[in-house]
């Protein structure tokens, strides 16, 4: 297994266009995470996954923006209508089940630069 | 509202001397801790945790401690080597629900050789 793997790397795209960003998590984790980070700031939780689930939202995540992880592995992010603010890095973690009561890390993957212009 | 910050941008540390990065949380739910490393154009990298039935956790060079009164945990690396420098989030979450994580704004350590 050779991590957490995002698709494209890059994406530039002129405002109002739609895109779509794919995260192939480590295999048999269950749960998936879509983080946004702007520059000067840490990653900002945007959704998460468990299994094909989408169990929470932040509220950063507007009308615009759509999240999938059909039949639980892979997951698309997609944001329409795009926005000169939505220029970002986002990235996809996963992680396995935690033991109970405790927590456990999550893997990152090498993330998405988008840029809208 | 910023529920964990790092409250120190950058840090400047010689080679072979110790680099201390602090954090700062307000949420005293949280359970769980994490620091990450990050190069530029890379996703973050696990590097260790610690829980809060814990008070410090060792591994190699990397020691994180916690202080649950103050809500603080400071990272520490000993000895600091050129290759560590990079950004460093600390981050937080709760070990029940989502495991979502609460990230710092980063510190951004340069070890000089």
């Known amino acids: 297994d050779t991590g957490v793997s995002q698709d494209p790397r890059h994406k530039i795209t002129k405002r109002g266009q739609n895109v779509t960003f794919r995260c192939d998590p480590i295999?048999?984790?269950?749960?998936l995470y879509w983080y946004r980070q702007t520059l000067g700031q840490g990653p900002e939780f945007l959704t998460y996954?468990?299994?094909?689930?989408?169990?929470?939202k932040s509220r950063l995540l507007s009308d615009r923006f759509s999240a999938e992880r059909p039949k639980g592995s892979f997951s698309t992010l997609e944001i329409q209508r795009t926005e000169q603010g939505d220029s970002a890095m986002y990235l996809c973690?996963?992680?396995?089940?935690?033991?109970?009561?405790?927590?456990?890390?999550?893997?990152f993957g090498q993330g998405t630069r988008l840029t809208v212009v | 509202d910023q529920q964990v910050k790092q409250n120190s941008p950058s840090l400047s540390v010689q080679e072979g001397r110790i680099s201390i990065l602090n954090c700062d949380y307000t949420?005293?739910?949280?359970?769980?801790f994490l620091w990450y490393k990050k190069y530029p154009a890379e996703g973050p990298t696990f590097l260790i945790s610690?829980?809060?039935?814990?008070d410090k956790n060792e591994d190699g060079r990397f020691t994180v401690f916690l202080n649950k009164s103050a809500k603080h945990l400071s990272l520490h690396i000993v000895p600091s080597q050129p290759g560590d420098s990079a950004v460093y989030f600390c981050?937080?979450?709760?070990?029940?629900?989502?495991?979502?994580?609460?990230f710092g704004t980063g510190t951004r350590l340069k070890v000089l050789a």
């Open positions: 981050a937080a979450s709760l070990s029940l629900g989502t495991y979502k994580y609460i």
């Open positions: 295999s048999e984790h269950n749960r």
């Open positions: 949420n005293s739910m949280f359970d769980y």
């Open positions: 973690a996963s992680t396995g089940r935690g033991s109970t009561g405790e927590g456990t890390e999550a893997f």
């Open positions: 610690i829980s809060s039935i814990k």
């Open positions: 996954f468990q299994n094909e689930a989408q169990l929470e």
